[in-house]
């Protein structure tokens, strides 16, 4: 899909350029140097843009800090203020970063009120060149919007759009749109309402996309894969960031990988595709277990998510610390066709978890409860469990989740049942003991 080109710094977004991978830092913005150390060692893993997190105006100056350290390094990676809730925030940002990243279900309510904020963004935007990103999120739809047309990737459609029109009406076109959801479903069919409306308006923003709270490990990459490829494969989408609950630098492989498949730089290592009515016979010949695992969440994702396939067996090889493994038949095959089949939502067959990859908000060791609350509650196969950083925006971003985790600082946890908080103030150590009780009690 041809969009407008966008600018941020020296990188561009949209037009004709390749596909540009971003990633989230996921120190202490207040930390400048774990977050300078940090950003260092996901440019040379191959980031193009980075993000880091400004909760409040403190952030805005160790941010300029982080960027003159970073351009004295010689390194003009793009740099993206992510703000919530506050649009003094965001303008005190746009002046400092090449972009700002803003959350519209996080503007003043009253509409009007909102589109004042927005038009002084913009001014500072336009006068100092800064982007924007749009980004919204399922899980922070705002109840007038969910009045209207549900919790629905139209809503999020409909919302978005009003955001852009007021971009239009304020004649400023530097602008990124992400749409993204924790539920592949939700948010491939969201970017494809938005890509199709842009394109009747004549108006095409560039796209970013990703898959929320995907989590870690092999479902994780598996997730992002689905969500980001079905779209790429169609031609939308500009820019990736693929999330995982773990270290950043993880991230940008596959987002690389992504990027380089659709801008056709590289091939599935599929080697034969057998149909049998909606059925689909796979083998591959793989170099490694994550290129398989990443290739046929591409070559399958689209097409189960569509309903096109109900089933795909996986055969051939791959090849693991320099042995060639066989897949036909294997616990590997299935697990992997277990994982592509939850991820396309087609088939659940473990619980669906829900994990934000943790930024500069987040209040404990995500990564590590995280594993531990997969470990504990492997059982409770189709429910779901979110594990989120921050009682800011956590609760807000669980979308759909049956019950939730979320740190509070200071060695506390908050258990959610939906969106409601079930028990507050645990402490760290029995957080997760008092949710599987909760969780048994209430079955
Ligand atoms: S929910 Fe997670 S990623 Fe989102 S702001 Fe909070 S800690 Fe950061």
Redesign the pocket.
Known sequence: MKTNMVHAGSMTIGGDSPIVVQTMCNTHTSDVDASVAQCVRLYEAGAQIIRL?VPSPAQVESLREIKARLRSKGIDTPLVADVHFSSEIAIAAAEVVEKVRINPGNFHKDHDKAREQFAKLVEVCKANGTAIRIGLNHGSLGERITNLYGNTPLAMKEAVMEWLRMCVENDFYNVVVSLKASNTYVMVEAYRLLAKEMQETGVVFPLHLGVTEAGNGDGGRIKSAVGISALLSEGIGNTIRVSLTEDPENEIPVAQYLADRYDRKLNSTMVSLVLEGKKAVATYAAPSRERLLLDFACDFGKRLLDKELDEVVLCGTYIDEGKEIVLDGSDYAEYLTDELMQAARRRFYRPEYIA????G??MYNLESTFNEVKLRTSHLKGMVIAV???I???PG?MADADWGYVGEGNRKVSIYKGKTPVLRHVPEEEAIDRLLELIENDR
């Open positions: 997190t934000c990859p943790g930024c908000r987040t989120m950083g921050c800011v925006n956590g971003e």
